[in-house]
């Protein structure tokens, strides 16, 4: 892993100024640019051994990868140990399928979009800058995919990948429950922070509010996600649920979590393209 940032789903950086944002296609690039990427990722791929990898298309069933590895236990029996976000989803499905654009090709700018409409009032502007960091900063309106990230491994929660990690356990199993959210300025929206509440539950560290009304997750075996991984695989296996439905929660909530929270989350993660080969892709059953 070549990062300096070692988390699920940020295993690179973009230098942006803060607060920039690539939503209205400023300096976004072209088809042929994600084209040459996903062809060096089948190369860099191709042969080596890699499992299914994400995000996908979570409407595209079928795959071709059939390199087999152990379903995570349910995140109940496991140890909550990251939560972070990225701003728009990096999984296309239910009702996030508006795509955001190509971006920059280094994962700003670029994922999938609530689809449904929002209120005048939902989409005031705040009249500042939340979250501004290098993927850009976070308005009312915006789609950010949230990862409750969990591991068989004896730990605590904490910053990045590494909290997911032990030296007691080399190959722990690892799962993450995504829930998508749509950010609104109404205060009587969703509180993020009851959202990404921990506490111990039976001696295991869990998120105890993660949303039981969006949906039927669905399931399917991927890896860890990033823009990092363009080009290049991602080696660790890993159970994803994703849940379908959206849920809006109060942006000023969200601001609150990111000005102080356990796991170092200050700003948004960025998104790796969507994975579309069949060969780095599993069957959804």
Same mark, same amino acid.
């Given at each position: 892993m070549k990062s300096t940032r070692i988390c699920f789903g940020a295993f690179g950086v973009l230098? =942006? @100024?803060?607060?920039?944002?690539? &939503?209205?296609?400023?300096? #976004?690039?072209?088809?042929?640019?994600? #084209?040459?990427?996903? !062809? !060096? =990722? !089948? %190369?860099? @791929?191709?042969? #080596?051994?890699?499992? +299914?990898?994400?995000?996908?298309? /979570?409407?595209? /069933?079928?795959?071709?990868?059939a390199r087999a590895f152990g379903t995570a236990p349910a995140f109940t029996q496991m140890n909550l140990c990251n939560i972070h976000f990225h701003e728009n989803a990096e999984h296309r499905g239910g009702e996030f399928t508006a795509f955001a654009g190509n971006g920059d090709g280094a994962g700003a700018g670029t994922g999938f979009r609530y689809n449904g409409t929002l209120s005048e009032a939902e989409l005031t502007p705040l009249g500042r800058t939340i979250g501004a960091g290098k993927y850009g900063d976070l308005a009312p309106g915006d789609t950010i995919e949230l990862h409750y990230v969990h591991t068989t491994a004896q730990v605590a929660p904490g910053p990045t990948l590494g909290a997911c990690l &032990?030296?007691?356990?080399?190959? +722990?199993? =690892?799962?993450?429950?995504?829930? $998508?959210? *749509? /950010?609104?300025?109404? +205060?009587?929206? !969703?509180?993020? $922070? @009851? /959202? @990404?509440q921990v506490e111990q539950v039976d001696g295991l560290y869990q998120a105890v509010n993660i949303p039981t009304d969006t949906g039927t997750p669905i399931a399917y075996n991927g890896s860890t996600t990033g823009p990092s991984f363009n080009e290049q695989g991602s080696p660790l296996q890993v159970?994803?649920?994703?849940? +379908?439905?959206?849920? %809006? *929660?109060?942006?000023?909530?969200?601001?609150?979590?990111?000005?102080?929270?356990?796991?170092?989350?200050?700003? #948004?993660h960025g998104v790796r393209n969507l994975v579309v080969n069949p060969d780095l892709i599993s069957d959804i059953n």
């Open positions: 230098m =942006l @100024t803060a607060g920039s944002t690539l &939503a209205d296609g400023h300096g #976004a690039i072209g088809d042929d640019v994600i #084209a040459a990427q996903r !062809a !060096a =990722l !089948a %190369k860099n @791929t191709q042969g #080596a051994g890699f499992g +299914p990898q994400s995000p996908r298309d /979570l409407e595209t /069933l079928s795959g071709n990868n &032990a030296e007691s356990i080399g190959n +722990p199993q =690892l799962r993450v429950e995504a829930q $998508v959210y *749509v /950010l609104v300025n109404d +205060p009587e929206a !969703a509180d993020f $922070v @009851t /959202l @990404t159970s994803w649920s994703v849940r +379908p439905e959206v849920m %809006k *929660v109060s942006i000023t909530s969200v601001e609150t979590w990111l000005s102080d929270n356990i796991f170092s989350e200050g700003e #948004a």
